[in-house]
């Protein structure tokens, strides 16, 4: 707050090291949880406004810019054509939306990242097994915006959400399972009303409970669990990803000393799995995040968000710990002892 | 500063851990409280005790100054630099060591903070507790006690200062020292019964070396605690009910407060910690505690109702107690106190004077004693919040910083964790070969002048 009150009256100049800093911040959310002062709530908001002040002032570091351009222009970070949004769904027997009960919005890390695609895949197979009405977008699904939100970009935030909910209004969505957090916050908060939006852990939580999914099979394994930043602090949903953990036989969920509230972000928020500026060195975020998972004596480290996968899963290489700590998706996890059914 | 030297810094912790660059340099040069901002031409943060040792060599070669950090929450800028050079913050070196749960204590790295220490007492030795100050979380406990620092045990154990049993220390010409029983034994245990070289470094503002470890002592955590509160509006009883306090001595903590603003806290008010390990302890503590104030009912009640009930509970009750629920902060963040170390018989014409004070300087009076050990003074701190973004307002606050100052002098008290003007008035009004003494002290330990210089300056 110092260093953004310093630039706004000119105390200290426009730098890539100021940059680094502002944009080094996932919006985790931990500042607005543990501020005992009453503008707690307004930290996040103020580091956003100050971005938007970096993007009218033509400052935007350069890896930033070319996620904004590569957003606006192909509808994802990576470049990868639209046609292959849908790709990952290929030969599964996914259908297209066409008003079913459930939008299955998959995002761009699903769609298109490599662990993103596995989760998204397991959690298509769930659904399907437990004959829940849903289809998805394919080609025509468009990147959510909530990075370019919390990125300050609000010409190209506006752009995507008008999209969004026109081509929603248009196919008559109602209900939208999200894979991502980072999605399920944007829809809800910053999205027109009229929309149901439910992360994938409360609907399978449901679907077991309900009988519709039966993990049988044993599973052996110790599991840890990592709450991402926008389904924990953001959106308040503890309980969904342990129950469903809880309901596999042969699991034992170990909890890593930060959890829940407290849990500690895998530094991916605010498109830094795109733009790192926390670097990939022995400090990082992510890297810290496994090494307290392979305290807790887990073998599997469980996660609801492919940005966590992603940030996760690059962590346990440069640790040279990928033999003791796998990281999987609570789809992925349960998906084995269902496939039994 | 030359590139050379940082660059030497670099090759010893890693070019992550040093830095020139003017953002990080902004915060290194400035503390939330009120004074001025002080330059800092760069930051290095070791990660063991051996940097901190090749650190402290080159600056001796160099000639460049050193002020240690730890949290840097003094409000008194004690670790920004007078004389330019560099910061060496500390908060790499968090270690928390060995807790010795027989003997009681913990032995830590100086960047331990105080909520670190306390989260990791609560997990592996919950019935023991550390004295902690009304301070952020973040600060550390090492920097607290170098400034002598007060925590919610002080009334009962002591100035946090004197809860030290053994200090690890880099020495301003670099060699590593052990003091206390560590020196002799491989426990931390005791301070006594050798010399207390630990004097050295209490208090000195970081001018006589780098304290790297310390043995703190831990105290059993009482299964009861509650708070008794009171209300009052004469002066002149503060005195004598801080003798009847000590005449029981059974309390774990005493406030006295009052402040300008909500409107309901214009009065005195005894806040009164009172804890037990047994129910029968407990209430026997409080009956005792409730029949003091009995004994004045024309002039203290006790207090049961809103709108004061409520927020000095929430202030006053968690450990640490959370000033800042209660205190009327100034739009634009800015705060700073000065904390007088007073004999008890002054007490009702500092409070009298502090509130006369605040008003000449049109800032809102807030005034809060804590009870230093067993009764035998008092810490009254002086509280001006200001508006950081107006500088005239800041201003403000620093005169009457100083007025404060100079009063607590003339009642014959001390103004504690001093900032510059404050020490000089200090050293003015000192004995002259009390002066004179830790001029050479400062002079034999430290030859080069490097360490946080321009602080305890006497010459």
Known sequence: MWLIRAWMEEEI???????????????????????????????????????EEVVAN???????????????????????PRENRGRWAEGMGIEPYQGQEFLFYVG????????????????????????????????????????????????????LREKNSQLFKDAGVKKIITLSPHAYNVFRKEYPGGLEVFHYTRILADLIKEGKLKPTSKLNRRVSYHDPCFLGRHAGEY???????????????????????????????SANFYTDFFGGGENSPSRIR???????????????????????????????????????????????????? | MKEEFLSRLAEIVGADYVSDRPEELYLYSRDPGAQKPRRADGVVMPGTVDEVQQIVRLANREKIAITPMGAGLTLSALTVPLKGGIVLDMKRLDRIIEVNQASRYAVIEAGVTQAALRAYLEKHHPGLQHSTPESPPTATIVGNILIHGHGHLTPRYGVNSQMVNGMEVVLPTGELCRLGSCSVS??????????????????????????????????????????????????????EIIAELSQINLLENCFIITQEKPRWAQHIFYIIVVSGQSKEEFETKKELHNRIFQKYPDKILPVTEEPALTPLRERFLGVPPFAATAADFRKGGGFEYT??????EVIPQAWRSGIEIAHKYDLLYQLGIQLLPNGHSVMLAYSYPFNRA??????????????????????????WKPELPAQKLILEKMDANTRQLMDRIKKTLDPNDIMNPGNWEVT
């Open chain 1, 290 to 341: 496994v090494r307290e998972a392979g305290k807790s004596g887990a073998s599997v480290l469980a996660v609801a968000c492919p940005t966590c996968a992603v940030m996760l899963g690059e962590a346990i290489k440069d640790e040279g710990i990928e033999e003791k700590l796998v990281i999987k998706d609570i789809a992925e996890i349960l998906g084995e002892p269902v496939s039994h059914q």
């Open chain 2, 186 to 239: 491989p426990k931390w245990f005791s301070r006594d019964p050798l010399p207390d070289l630990m004097g050295l470094f209490l208090g000195w503002l970081g001018t006589t070396g780098i304290v790297t470890k310390l043995s703190i002592q831990l105290f059993p955590k009482p299964a009861f605690r509650d708070l008794l509160l009171f209300s009052s509006d004469s002066v002149e009883l503060i005195p």
């Open chain 2, 390 to 415: 107006v500088a005239e307002e800041a201003g403000r606050a620093r005169g009457a910083l100083d007025e404060t100052n100079r009063l607590t002098l003339e009642l014959g008290g001390i103004v």
């Open chain 1, 239 to 269: 309980e969904a990803p342990r129950q469903i953990l809880a309901a596999i036989p042969g699991v034992e969920l170990v909890e890593m000393e930060r959890n829940r509230e407290n849990s500690f972000c895998c530094g991916g928020g």
């Open chain 1, 108 to 159: 761009c890390v699903g769609s298109f990242d490599e662990k993103g695609q596995r989760a998204a895949k397991a959690l298509g197979e769930l659904l399907t097994k437990a004959g829940v009405s849903f289809g998805i977008l394919g080609s025509r699904e468009e990147c959510d915006g909530n990075e370019v939100n919390m990125l300050g970009e609000s010409r190209i935030f506006q752009m």
């Open chain 2, 339 to 344: 904390g007088a170390i007073l004999p008890i």
């Open chain 1, 58 to 80: 033509g400052l935007v570091m350069p890896k930033v810019a070319r996620f904004f351009r590569n957003i606006e222009a192909y509808g994802n970070p990576y470049r990868e």
């Open chain 1, 13 to 51: 100049e426009w730098s890539e090291s100021l940059g680094k800093i502002l944009y080094a911040c996932t919006n985790c959310n931990n500042c607005v949880q543990s501020c005992k002062f009453p503008f707690n709530d307004e930290i996040v908001n103020i580091i956003t406004a100050t971005r």
